[in-house]
């Protein structure tokens, strides 16, 4: 048998404490199964949808964007239904797609808790559930995003949007400078989960 001598980096979920939100949780869940509102199995399924969801659904969309104008007009209008063009999911939840310009840079976030397109672009990452982006990103955008590697020029104006249990963000940014000749399969992989947040911008790839 192979050795299995690491020590777990986190505690197993059964040990952590049993906090009211969990009891909460468990609770609502029991109850509207009990009703009849969903059953275990559409949960399981609802679960499985999300932790499939990837960032890749959402660089898709973005690069479609890029390359097709008209395309481009009914993301604007509706991510929900254009997603579905592209045979993607992307959940009942309006999804509103927020467009970079020259003048402005948008960037999303959830004050309250964690709220995100998730069955679009599965999981958010950790740092945008925490307290320090959810609180800071609001005051001071231009010094968060500065802190992620992204330094913009004072002339452009920075949009931050939050993000609710109605209503779910995700940035459509520029197509970089000098990628003209690219398909849009490789423009896809120029877009990151970061470009969506509007933490980071995709760039052309370095010339040789
Ligand atoms: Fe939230």
């Not at 009942?92 to 397109?117: K, W």
């Not at 231009?142 to 992204?150: K, P």
Request: glycine fraction near 4%; hydrophobic fraction near 45%; proline fraction near 8%.
């Amino acid at each position: 048998m192979r050795g299995h001598d690491h020590r777990p980096k986190q505690p197993d979920l059964e040990d952590l404490p049993y906090t009211w939100h969990m009891a909460l949780t468990d609770a609502l869940a029991d109850l509207l199964m009990a009703k009849g509102i969903f059953g275990a199995d559409e949960l399981r399924a609802t679960l499985e949808t999300i932790d499939q969801a990837t960032p890749a659904q959402g660089t898709r969309l973005v690069a479609r964007a890029w390359v097709d104008p008209a395309f481009r007009a009914r993301l604007l209008e509706d991510v929900n239904a254009a997603a579905a063009e592209l045979g993607i999911d992307a959940g009942a939840i309006p999804i509103r797609a927020v467009a970079d310009t020259p003048e402005v840079h948008n960037v999303v976030v959830c004050t309250l808790c964690s709220c995100y397109p998730r069955f679009l672009l599965g999981p958010p990452p950790d740092w945008y559930k925490q307290r320090a982006y959810r609180s800071r990103v609001v005051r001071e955008p231009r010094a968060v995003l500065a802190e992620f590697g992204l330094v913009l020029p004072d002339e452009i104006r920075i949009e931050v949007h939050d993000s609710t249990a109605e209503l779910r963000y995700m940035v459509l940014p520029m197509r970089p400078e000098g990628t003209a000749h690219m398909d849009e399969e490789a423009l896809a992989a120029l877009v990151t989960r970061d470009c969506l947040i509007g933490t980071a911008l995709p760039r052309a790839p370095q010339r040789a």
